[in-house]
DNA sequence: CAAAGTTAATCAATCGATTGATTAATTAAC
DNA sequence: GTTAATTAATCAATCGATTGATTAACTTTG
């Protein structure tokens, strides 16, 4: 019971702080706010993560954890190259657009220069974990000559890159897109499955040889 | 003289603001800093600028000034969708390859949900516009039966999600493409002419009717 | 079983440091 | 000589972090 709510209350913090920090930055998200919205006395951060930064590498950790495996499996899959991508692509935007706070946590976290916290080098080898399984399928696509010889890594970027846009900058993306994907039944309902038909369609052709 | 000296030293600070922005965020960016970095007083940030924030929007309003123009040029040539379409691509590269602590700034600011700042508007709407004139060449070339009819407002949102991408995250950017793009004479040699080329092929395969 | 001992969880209060901003005094410019 | 530019000093507010005290829960002992 007493262990349960430990468990439960720290694991609550956790999940609070990946929205706080999403919507407002490291820097914009004060300890006093996160513990707070999460109706947590304020020493119980430091209690349970030793620091603001320790409760950053928890959120980050956590999710990066639930996420690990999918892309694996995928990649080991018998099947052709084109349908393995089409999932892992498929996947990948599922899971963004369910999780959107993390993701804006992820990218303004490789993007800053915050001098030497560990977070950052472990998010940066967690994407790039993530981009290599993309990447290789791609390769091996090329090499069967199921694909044409295209720029692999730019391949990669581009499909990561206009999922983070999207995503990221959903204020612009809804005047873009002409929807309001700050609604999340909008978001997962209208643009989720437009954004994955557009990078199967533009993947085809710029990857299948006609 | 001092009229002169005076201007240098306002405009010096918003440079020197742009990159310390850009490094580390804007909460994460102090005015004690922004001032050392641009040695000059304190003070003077708020004798000129009235705020930090009023300081940012003055870096925001420069660069965008500075940009303005170009894109409306090239979308009233008297050339192919094909050719405009190119010509817009290869320059909006060469802009975010050349001002990357700007375009680091335009994405966080319109990333954070920071509480009704101006800024975010002003930012919101200048990036829409630069889509817009990208989105109603793809929109001609269709029109035309010059492109195939994909999804434009998607095909836009790629392009500037994966120029954003490789440019914001250069940590991450170098290892997927194994070069140093902390390096400006890499970036600029190596990655600005790879970037344009391969959206160039992606562009091609994807729009131009086989 | 019950009293004593032990540990973990939680709290209000406060720490020194830093934040953005402002003041009053001084200097430079025309 | 008056206006504009610049400075050091200082402001209240807030930052992340820590303190000592208190509570609740479990363990040990007799």
Redesign the pocket.
């Given at each position: 019971?007493?262990?349960k709510?430990?468990i439960d209350?720290k694991e609550h913090l956790v999940e609070v702080a990946e929205r706080v920090f999403g919507e407002l930055g490291y820097e914009g998200?004060?300890?006093?706010?996160l513990a707070q919205e999460a109706g947590?006395?304020?020493?119980?951060l430091?209690?349970y993560f030793g620091?603001?930064?320790g409760l950053l590498k928890a959120v980050v950790e956590r999710r990066i954890l639930l996420m690990r495996k999918g892309f694996e499996e995928i990649a080991q899959k018998d099947a052709s190259c084109w349908e393995k991508l089409d999932q892992v692509v498929q996947l990948y935007v599922s899971r963004v657009a369910t999780s959107k706070y993390f993701h804006k946590i992820l990218f303004r976290e490789i993007s800053v220069m915050r001098t030497g916290s560990e977070v950052t080098e472990f998010v940066i080898d967690h994407i790039y974990g993530n981009t290599l399984h993309v990447q290789q399928i791609i390769e091996e696509g090329i090499k069967k000559g199921e694909f044409r010889a295209v720029d692999v890594e730019m391949t990669v970027a581009s499909i990561f890159g206009t999922v983070n846009y999207l995503i990221n900058s959903r204020r612009l993306a809804s005047k873009m897109l002409k929807m309001d994907l700050l609604d999340d039944q909008v978001l997962q309902n209208d643009m989720k499955p437009r954004l994955q038909a557009y990078l199967q369609d533009s993947l085809k052709t710029h990857l299948l040889i006609k």
């Open positions: 019971m007493a262990e709510d430990k209350k998200a004060s300890t006093r706010l947590v006395n304020m020493a119980m430091n209690y620091s603001k930064d």
